[in-house]
């Protein structure tokens, strides 16, 4: 007789699926307890009446609009918000920023972000960063690679450092949770980078780790913990972490966790936090079931849009390689597998925890040129570290893993994407696909994404179209010849929302490059790569032949107006502007608007004191105060370098050890 479980929460998939993996949290959450993990799924926490603890007070709001921004008239912020592709929902939103020096950040934090090389806040943190400061709640959806992680974080730690000192017994004052292990653990990475520079700690709690050594740290103290919501449940019950002192918490990947099943959990979690605490949700996608049950959650939200929702990132170059069966894809992948990997890493989907298996050891056997690992939901955390941590250092050239790995995980110079099996959904396939084209220290660094997709799965090669559409991708001929033989989009369900301008479909996917447009600047192109040509399935009638046609032109027609307008720094995106990392980058990204060729309407008279800036409270923690925002008192300098000279003069940047 079975002693098996009944499985419980969301039935995404079958027996084999990653997806159950995820539904019922099995080995990823709790690996070291996995036979009480159907138990552990439903358990809530008994929620805290709040109408009887009395909290102390709290400050939220430490953001003084710099000169260029406060000046700002209301045509001025809505063209560079139209400039960001921002779209913003809420009343008395901030206008975004410019340079990490309009934030009023001290010397220590402005010394981290040099450090790292951010010479400016990518669209998402223009908008986020002074919503945030301002202890607005805040809906932030935006798609991947998009630098989400940052935009958070650096608030975060400017809202910990001024709340009072953690006294013994007392648990974190802000709270970040994820779906899943990884994704937590790089989170903590990033976090712990900017806490350290102040002294303060933080914690990641998630399956997997030892428990002794998470309630341990717990117990010490920690500023921030960073955590998946049923080891975080674990440690309430166990009262490792007091929630009485949380006021900032984030959700982040908040679509993925309620897909997950963790909506009870995450709702358990907030239960625990005083309701007037700052909250923070991220996500690359948010269905509408998602989004009211997050209106539930939060206080009067901005809601900020990055594109489209669920759209691909544009810097992604999509090729859908259209093949007769499943029996095609092992030929496609050897043929090609040498130039993708002297390209740089290479990441391979599959769709089932065995077929990861397989295609993993097949690749070993049949290609020795560079090592190969396998990353699925029955790994252990160790054999996962491994296969992370070889991967990210580069000893490892190839990762073949499931969905386990295609949520928030950013990892440098991951040049190629492969969905050897197409994603079950669109969602799942625009994260999949956004572990290519990451932030680096040039801006979205480039990458190409490969799916193979079989003549049987029309109705995804239907949504692909539409995603490829929306993000500015070519459509091939044969993908939507594909696409027109499911019954939903024949109906105009995918094409009823219509083209979108700066695609061209027609002439990308498995079609040859038209050598009057030149070399693709998105290297590598698809002869070298060996794209195979359309195949002599592919049959367009007249009807076919016209809407092609159709497309093309009115692409052409706005692919320029679509992709004008300038950068941060005044310059096309994703162009370095200097040595990454370098002190002349991060002051041009740094220069105020008045030394940029802005039109005179953007700006009105400014009132006096208008760009005054009240001194931050004092920092209760025992540890170097923080120091006042750098705002210049005197006329800015005629160039960049006596600009920052000036800057120096006032707060002298110091070298940040790395946390």
Not at 73 to 92: C, H, I, P, T
Not at 116 to 122: M, N, R
Not at 223 to 247: C, D, Q, Y
Not at 444 to 471: C, H, I, K, W
């Amino acid at each position: 007789q079975s002693t098996k479980k009944p499985r419980t929460g969301l039935d995404l998939g079958g027996e084999d699926s990653d997806e159950e993996v995820y539904a019922i949290a099995k080995r990823i959450d709790d690996a070291d307890a996995p036979d009480d993990m159907a138990k552990k799924v439903m358990e809530v926490l008994v929620p805290v009446e709040h109408s009887t603890v009395q909290y102390e007070p709290f400050c939220r709001a430490f953001y003084t609009p710099h000169e260029d921004t406060a000046t700002l008239s209301e045509q001025g912020v809505k063209r560079l918000r139209d400039e960001l592709s921002v779209r913003v929902d809420g009343a008395d939103v901030p206008a975004p920023v410019r340079s990490f020096m309009h934030l009023g950040f001290d010397k220590k934090m402005l010394g981290m972000i040099m450090k790292l090389g951010l010479e400016a806040p990518t669209a998402i943190q223009a908008q986020a960063f002074p919503v945030a400061l301002t202890g607005r709640d805040l809906i932030g959806i935006a798609k991947t690679g998009s630098g989400k992680t940052l935009a958070f974080t650096l608030p975060m730690v400017r809202h910990v450092m001024d709340q009072r000192e953690l006294q013994r017994g007392e648990g974190p004052i802000a709270v970040v949770l994820a779906p899943t292990r990884e994704l937590a653990h790089q989170t903590y990475v990033q976090a712990k980078k900017f806490l350290g520079v102040y002294g303060a700690s933080c914690a990641a709690i998630y399956g997997g780790a030892g428990k002794w050594d998470q309630v341990q740290a717990l117990r010490k103290g920690v500023e921030v913990v960073v955590a998946t919501p049923g080891r975080l449940i674990e440690m309430i019950r166990k009262k490792a972490a007091p929630m009485s002192r949380v006021t900032f918490i984030v959700l982040d990947e908040a679509d993925r966790m309620f897909e997950m099943g963790f909506e009870a959990q995450l709702r358990s979690v907030l239960g625990q936090i005083r309701p007037d605490c700052q909250t923070l949700m991220f996500s690359a996608t948010f269905r509408r079931r998602i989004e009211a049950l997050a209106l539930d959650v939060l206080k009067n939200p901005v809601k900020l849009t990055i594109g489209h929702i669920g759209q691909a990132n544009e810097d992604i170059r999509q090729i859908a390689v259209v093949l007769p069966g499943h029996g095609a894809k092992w030929p496609w992948l050897m043929a090609h597998l040498g130039g993708m990997v002297d390209q740089g890493r290479l990441l391979i989907f599959a769709g089932s925890k065995a077929g990861c298996g397989e295609l993993a050891k097949n690749l070993v056997s049949s290609f020795a040129a560079a090592p190969v690992y396998c990353l699925h939901g029955d790994k252990t955390q160790q054999e996962r570290s491994e296969a992370l941590a070889k991967f990210k250092s580069g000893e490892c050239r190839i990762l073949v893993a499931t969905d386990v790995a295609a949520r928030g995980l950013d990892v440098k110079d991951v040049k190629n994407v492969v969905n050897f099996d197409v994603a079950k959904n669109i969602d799942i396939h625009v994260h999949r696909i956004g572990r290519t084209g990451r932030m680096g220290h040039e801006g979205f660094e480039p990458g190409t994404a490969y799916t193979l997709v079989t003549r049987n799965e029309t109705q995804f090669a239907a949504q692909l179209v539409y995603n490829m559409d929306v993000s500015g991708q070519p459509v091939s001929a044969e993908l939507l010849a594909l696409a027109k033989r499911d019954a939903r989009f024949r109906r105009g369900g995918a094409m009823a929302r219509g083209p979108s301008p700066g695609n061209n479909a027609g002439s990308g996917g498995c079609q040859t490059a038209d050598p009057s447009k030149g070399p693709s600047p998105s290297p590598p192109s698809q002869q070298s790569l060996g794209v195979p040509e359309c195949s002599k399935d592919c049959v367009l009638d007249a009807e076919d032949a016209a809407e092609l046609e159709r497309w093309n032109e009115s692409r052409q027609k706005s692919k320029a107006k679509q992709r004008q307008g300038l950068g941060f720094s005044g310059m096309a995106m994703g162009k370095p502007t200097a040595k990454p990392g370098g002190m002349r980058g991060f002051v041009k990204a740094s220069m105020p608007t008045s030394s940029l060729p802005i039109r005179p309407v953007d700006f009105v008279k400014p009132s006096v004191g208008a760009n005054a800036a009240a001194p931050p409270p004092p920092n209760a923690l025992n540890m170097a105060p923080l120091a006042p925002p750098i705002v210049p008192t005197a006329p800015m300098a005629s160039s960049p370098q006596q600009e920052f000279q000036q800057v120096l003069s006032q707060a002298k940047l110091v070298e940040v050890g790395s946390a």
